[in-house]
């Protein structure tokens, strides 16, 4: 299959590209705003081309799919304009900056019968299936608690739009809080109805948010709080669920690394799941071409971006109101 990266970003070098070629499939194309910045990608990635418009590029390479991680203001359009090109989307996240266009992105991609899906990493992570299916199989009863500790450092070469630009969806929330909302609802089957937020500023965000903290209620009772930096970094991440037969309690698992152990503990005392752990954006990838290629459903689909969206828009909002928000998913 052939792909066209769009976006000269760190995390198509880091993991996408990698994982992209991993399953056999080609990079036939790269796009960035810069003419310059795009050819020494191209040249140090090992890509054929390079483009600084879209429209010529779809023309010219065709691509099966793109994977879109250009700055996430750019996304909207670049989806929908992938779609009505006929092109398979995998879209980092967040999606986009409002759910109006986030929406807009999965429709267009449902009108043009292309399949859609978000590039929430953790869903892929052994550790969360784990989470989730013993949740499921009713390892700690019914659970009434959550907590999800994604306090991070963002490293050095990434403090740029997502500390100083706010237009280009910068900030911690959009960035972090996502990936709790969508690996709590893969974990515990559902979205939280409303949120109660703070954040906070420690120095590091240029006029934006680079810490925050909430507690989300979810249709069953339970609660969870969550917390995410960019500034901890001697935090470790975790998360833990609780219930009343049982608690489990995974750590160094809000990663994009392979890594992490889960423990759960119940009467009969502390048991660490025995993990056979495997690259998470390889698995997205697979997954992604599984849902191209037999009609399978990708694991974090376009409404899966559409919701944790939501969740982290509540976030802000409630942040800013002082009071508990109602999250609106939209359609
Ligand atoms: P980067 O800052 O590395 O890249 C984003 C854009 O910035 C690129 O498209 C590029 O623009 C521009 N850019 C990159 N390097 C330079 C440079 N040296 N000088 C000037 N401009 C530059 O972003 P990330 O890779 O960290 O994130 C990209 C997207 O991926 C975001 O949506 C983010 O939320 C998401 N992401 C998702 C992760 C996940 O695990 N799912 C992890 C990390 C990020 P151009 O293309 O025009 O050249």
């Given at each position: 299959?052939?792909?066209?990266?769009?976006?000269?970003?760190?995390?198509?070098?880091?993991?996408?590209?990698?994982?992209?070629?991993?399953?056999?499939?080609?990079?036939?194309?790269?796009?960035?705003?810069?003419?310059?910045?795009?050819?020494?990608?191209?040249?140090?990635?090992?890509?054929?081309?390079?483009y600084?418009?879209?429209?010529?590029?779809?023309?010219?390479?065709?691509?099966?799919?793109?994977?879109?991680?250009?700055?996430?203001?750019?996304?909207?359009?670049?989806?929908?304009?992938?779609?009505?090109?006929?092109?398979?989307?995998?879209?980092?996240?967040?999606?986009?900056?409002n759910?109006?266009?986030?929406?807009?992105?999965?429709?267009?991609?449902?009108?043009?019968?292309?399949?859609?899906?978000?590039?929430?990493?953790?869903?892929?992570?052994?550790?969360?299936?784990?989470?989730?299916?013993?949740?499921?199989?009713?390892?700690?009863?019914?659970?009434?608690?959550?907590?999800?500790?994604?306090?991070?450092?963002?490293?050095?070469?990434?403090?740029?739009?997502?500390?100083?630009?706010?237009?280009a969806?910068?900030?911690?929330?959009?960035?972090?809080?996502?990936?709790?909302?969508?690996?709590?609802?893969?974990?515990?089957?559902?979205?939280?109805?409303?949120?109660?937020?703070m954040?906070?500023?420690?120095?590091?965000?240029?006029?934006i948010?680079?810490?925050?903290?909430?507690?989300?209620?979810?249709?069953?009772?339970?609660?969870?709080?969550?917390?995410?930096?960019?500034?901890?970094?001697?935090?470790?991440?975790?998360?833990?669920?609780?219930?009343?037969?049982?608690?489990?309690?995974?750590?160094?698992?809000?990663?994009?690394q392979?890594?992490?152990?889960?423990?759960?503990?119940?009467?009969?005392g502390?048991?660490?799941?025995?993990?056979?752990?495997?690259?998470?954006?390889?698995?997205?990838?697979?997954?992604?071409?599984q849902?191209?290629?037999?009609?399978?459903?990708?694991?974090?689909?376009?409404w899966?971006?559409?919701?944790?969206l939501?969740?982290?828009?509540?976030?802000?909002?409630s942040?800013?109101?002082?009071?508990e928000?109602?999250?609106d998913?939209?359609?």
């Amino acid at each position: 299959m052939k792909w066209a990266v769009v976006g000269a970003s760190t995390i198509a070098a880091e993991w996408m590209i990698p994982a992209i070629r991993s399953q056999g499939d080609e990079v036939v194309a790269i796009l960035s705003s810069s003419e310059s910045r795009g050819l020494d990608y191209a040249s140090q990635h090992l890509i054929a081309n390079a483009y600084t418009d879209l429209a010529t590029l779809l023309a010219e390479q065709k691509p099966d799919a793109v994977y879109i991680s250009t700055t996430n203001e750019l996304h909207r359009d670049q989806c929908i304009q992938a779609a009505q090109a006929g092109v398979h989307v995998l879209c980092e996240k967040p999606l986009a900056l409002n759910l109006d266009d986030a929406v807009a992105m999965v429709r267009a991609c449902e009108d043009a019968g292309v399949v859609m899906a978000t590039n929430h990493h953790l869903r892929h992570a052994i550790t969360h299936q784990a989470l989730r299916e013993q949740i499921a199989s009713g390892a700690v009863g019914t659970p009434s608690a959550a907590r999800v500790f994604h306090a991070v450092s963002l490293p050095e070469h990434l403090r740029g739009w997502r500390i100083n630009k706010a237009d280009a969806g910068g900030g911690v929330v959009l960035d972090i809080t996502v990936h709790n909302a969508d690996t709590l609802a893969f974990i515990l089957g559902e979205y939280p109805l409303s949120v109660m937020a703070m954040t906070q500023n420690t120095g590091m965000g240029e006029g934006i948010e680079d810490g925050a903290m909430s507690v989300w209620r979810f249709p069953s009772g339970l609660l969870a709080y969550t917390h995410e930096s960019f500034a901890t970094p001697f935090a470790d991440t975790g998360l833990e669920v609780h219930g009343d037969q049982g608690s489990l309690v995974a750590k160094g698992v809000m990663t994009q690394q392979p890594t992490g152990d889960v423990w759960l503990r119940n009467g009969e005392g502390r048991m660490r799941l025995p993990l056979d752990h495997h690259n998470l954006y390889e698995e997205g990838v697979s997954q992604f071409r599984q849902a191209i290629f037999s009609g399978s459903h990708p694991a974090a689909d376009g409404w899966a971006g559409v919701r944790s969206l939501a969740v982290a828009l509540a976030v802000l909002a409630s942040a800013r109101s002082g009071k508990e928000e109602v999250v609106d998913y939209g359609a």
